[in-house]
């Protein structure tokens, strides 16, 4: 009788044990990776995410009547003595330029809005006399890009004095990028994001996005790719707005030995007060050269 129980009362183990194990398989299942951009943080009892912070600021960027942004483009490139010696080594400016800019957006409908980028930049002239002296003198440089659609037709003019610059940029699709193609590029593990839910010092968000490359912020610069590597987005953390964007590259040391080549280019703007209200875009020039 005894030897009876024991047998049922494994039995009804065994049994137990499989009922368990399908409960489990029905109710834990593996769960994948989330997006980074979709991971929910808390702030002043609200939920944040990369995705959200983007979001907040598209309508304001595409379809605010008028706003401004200053900014700089930076391309430095030094020759490096003794890169291996911590204690020699020494670096040498040889090309520099800094060409200061500012973007104005306007906005009407989805058949008239426009962006216009403005440039200049201090470079120097050198002019040989006949005796062999050289003259160097500061040249001024400007330019105005024009990106939009004016009564419903794509218009695109660029337009220069002094030297030519090759600055284009269209600064909508830097501010708001394309979220899927961010994604996209996670999952391929080509980009990393960087983003912890917390405010800084100055009161706000910093996302960061690094890589080799940055696909998804290719279709803002027409005709012309930098290959940044990293973008720094500040978001204002009470109003969820974009403050500021930098791009950054730094080139991989060129050369061999002793004697050593670096480059870094950097991109920033920051971005001015936001305006809804009567705004007349300016025309465009009708440029032939």
């Known amino acids: ?12 183990f065994l049994l137990s044990l499989v009922v368990i194990y399908k409960i489990c398989n029905i109710f834990i299942t593996p769960v994948d990776p989330l997006d980074p951009l979709d991971v929910i943080y808390e702030y002043d009892d609200q939920e944040i ?7 907040a600021s598209y309508e304001d960027i595409y379809y605010a009547d008028h706003w401004v942004a200053t900014g700089k483009y930076c391309y430095k490139c030094e020759r490096i003595s003794n890169p291996d010696s911590e204690e020699f080594s020494t ?18 409908n989805t058949d008239n809005h426009l962006g216009i980028l403005s440039g200049k930049r201090t470079y120097p002239y050198h002019e040989d006399s006949i005796i062999g002296d050289r003259k160097t003198t500061n040249q001024i440089a400007t330019f105005k890009y024009y990106d939009g659609i004016i009564s419903g037709t794509t218009r695109q003019i660029y337009e220069y004095t002094g030297h030519k610059c090759s600055c284009k940029v269209s600064l909508e699709k830097i501010l ?13 593990g080509e980009i ?3 983003f ?10 910093v996302v960061t996005f690094t890589g080799q490359r940055l696909p998804f912020i290719d279709s803002a610069f027409l005709g012309y790719n930098y290959d940044f590597s990293e973008a720094i987005y500040t978001f204002d953390a009470k109003s969820r707005m974009i403050v500021n964007v930098t791009l950054k590259d730094l080139d991989l040391p060129d050369g ?8 870094s ?20 020039p009708q440029v032939i050269c």
């Open 196 to 205: 912890d839910g917390l405010v800084d010092e100055q009161g706000n968000f």
């Open 176 to 188: 708001v990028p394309d979220l899927d193609n961010i994604s996209e590029a996670v999952s391929k």
């Open 1 to 12: 009788m005894d030897t009876k129980k024991v047998l049922w009362g494994i039995i009804i």
């Open 256 to 263: 061999y030995g002793s004697l050593m080549q670096r480059s």
């Open 265 to 284: 280019t950097e991109l920033y703007f920051n971005i001015g007060d936001i305006s809804y209200g009567n705004y007349d875009i300016p025309e465009i």
């Open 49 to 55: 995410s990369v995705r959200k912070l983007f979001e």
């Open 91 to 108: 670096s040498e400016i040889i090309n520099k330029e800094i060409i200061n800019l500012t973007y104005d957006h306007y906005h009407d």
């Open 192 to 194: 990393s994001v960087g």
